[in-house]
């Protein structure tokens, strides 16, 4: 096993086992952009807001397309992080001469950017991401082929400081078969926060 591989996975082992969140105080969901936000909620005849009857609803994720951003808020509504994914590409191709091939049919990368506009850390690690199929199966980072550690730019593990930007690839072995994939990015408890059609 290469000393890259390694690496990778000693840094998921020590992700799983701190519990590391991507959303300050652990909630949070993705809205905002595109511009004309989320859709406006139901109301009733009077005007007021229907109630759903589930007490505490989770708000629906947002979806984009790829190389649209969306905007990561605290509970309250403020913001805490940009996340854009873009350049969403696949290849049957190992991305270089030490790696395995796909064990799925494909490697589906794509480049992740995080701009903290918050004012406290925000916690970023590529394990946040996943596939998710029509049907609702999940692809997660580091499934199927090692060879998803194999390629150049990862996305680090970081606390982002207030200001900062990180930008780097996410790589997903997936199956080119299935069709209306989407990229997600979710909460430890597996809820999805917000995703992107890949083309």
């Known amino acids: 096993m290469s000393s890259r591989v390694l690496a990778a996975w000693l840094v998921l082992v ?20 595109p511009t004309e936000g989320p859709p406006p909620a139901s109301t009733s005849e009077t005007g007021e807001p229907e109630s759903s009857g589930d007490p505490d609803p989770e708000p629906p994720a947002a979806i984009f397309d790829i190389g649209e951003t969306g905007t990561a808020t605290d509970e309250s509504g403020s913001p805490l992080a940009d ?29 992740v950017t995080i701009a903290n506009i918050g004012d406290e850390v925000f916690a970023v690690a590529p394990f946040d991401f996943l596939v998710r199929y029509p049907d ?15 390629y150049d730019d990862p996305l680090d593990v970081v606390d982002l400081a207030p200001g900062e930007t990180i930008t780097g690839t996410v790589v997903f072995d997936v199956d080119p078969d299935v069709d209306g994939q989407q990229i997600v990015y979710s909460d430890l408890s597996g809820r999805v926060l917000g995703a992107w059609n890949v083309p």
Do not use: K, Q, W
């Open 14 to 33: 020590l992700v799983t086992l701190t519990g590391c969140n991507t959303m300050v105080d652990g909630a949070g969901a993705l809205s905002g952009v």
């Open 83 to 111: 996340i854009t994914v873009a350049e969403a590409m696949e290849t049957a191709e190992p991305p270089d001469e030490f790696s395995d091939p796909p064990a799925n049919g494909t490697f589906l990368s794509v480049t």
């Open 136 to 150: 609702g199966d999940m692809v997660r980072y580091g499934d199927g082929s090692s060879g998803v550690f194999g």
